[in-house]
């Protein structure tokens, strides 16, 4: 059964690189019209031309912080006014910080929230009467570490385990109104996540080395991979029947146990 999103309006948040520009230019290649939503103009350029290199439709970019309410409100505005509707919500936007509960401060906990959590709840408010008029669809992006517990990353871990209740509470409050909302959630994805939050070049290739122990597929994922997944729970003729479900993109790490 081929993925078919023509005619569909669909908005990805962290739209400017990562998993986001991956699914911008997947969902594009089968016909979505994207709205292009991140704090970086330049990089969203570029992912806009990318999307009309592969596909027909040509994305809505509006530089957005998700953090800002004004933003977030400025966003479904311009996408109804243009569009009027709104068929799917990717809530992709994230970062990450390490630190274990002797490290982390109140400030990264706050920070790392803020943008994990608390943005995809006042985003997913003020998309839903759109989403509800379309009988539309929802996927957060989280992580494994929504899943799992991993030393060192306690602000990201809590915030990703918090997404995924967010997840399942939202499918259960709006699965009676046609509305599903699903989530992703990738282990080591090749992007620049690892980068952002201070890890140098070579570090980072070690890590992707000793990665190919830690997932029992023996790699790290693409962002490809995570965004054909983004489309086949957003795909209503792949997907019609699944709604909170946490969908694990991570080449089974969640599933190995260290002997």
Request: net charge negative; glycine share 8%.
């Given at each position: 059964m081929r993925m078919d999103f023509t005619g569909k309006i669909v908005l990805i948040t962290g739209a400017s690189s990562g998993i986001g520009a991956s699914t911008a230019k997947y969902l594009t290649n089968l016909g979505a019209?994207?709205?292009?939503?991140?704090?970086?103009?330049?990089?969203?350029?570029?992912?806009?031309?990318?999307?009309?290199?592969?596909?027909?439709?040509?994305?809505?970019?509006?530089?957005?912080?998700?953090?800002k309410r004004e933003d977030l409100e400025r966003l479904v505005r311009l996408i109804i006014a243009k569009y009027g509707r709104l068929d799917v919500l990717v809530n992709n936007a994230g970062k990450g910080a390490s630190g274990s509960i002797e490290q982390a401060d109140l400030e990264q906990f706050d920070d790392i929230l803020d943008t994990n959590l608390r943005s995809v709840f006042a985003l997913t408010k003020l998309a839903l009467p759109h989403l509800l008029a379309v009988k539309g669809n929802v996927v957060n992006v989280s992580s494994v570490a929504g899943t799992n517990s991993f030393v060192n990353a306690l602000s990201y871990c809590v915030s990703k385990s918090a997404l995924d209740q967010f997840t399942r509470c939202t499918a259960l409050d709006l699965a009676s109104k046609g509305v599903r909302v699903n989530s992703v959630n990738p282990a080591v994805i090749v992007t620049n996540f690892h980068k952002a939050i201070g890890m140098e070049d070579e570090a980072y290739a070690a890590y992707l080395k000793h990665?190919?122990?830690?997932?029992?597929?023996?790699?790290?994922?693409?962002?490809?991979?995570?965004?054909?997944?983004?489309?086949?729970?957003?795909?209503?003729?792949?997907?019609?029947?699944?709604?909170?479900?946490?969908?694990?993109?991570?080449?089974?790490?969640?599933?190995?146990?260290?002997?």
């Open positions: 019209t994207c709205v292009l939503a991140a704090r970086n103009e330049a990089k969203l350029d570029e992912v806009r031309r990318e999307c009309v290199s592969v596909g027909k439709t040509e994305p809505l970019t509006v530089v957005t912080d998700v953090t990665c190919e122990t830690t997932h029992p597929l023996g790699r790290v994922g693409t962002g490809e991979e995570v965004a054909a997944s983004i489309a086949f729970l957003a795909c209503e003729a792949t997907a019609s029947f699944i709604t909170g479900t946490c969908l694990r993109v991570d080449g089974g790490k969640h599933i190995l146990t260290p002997r």
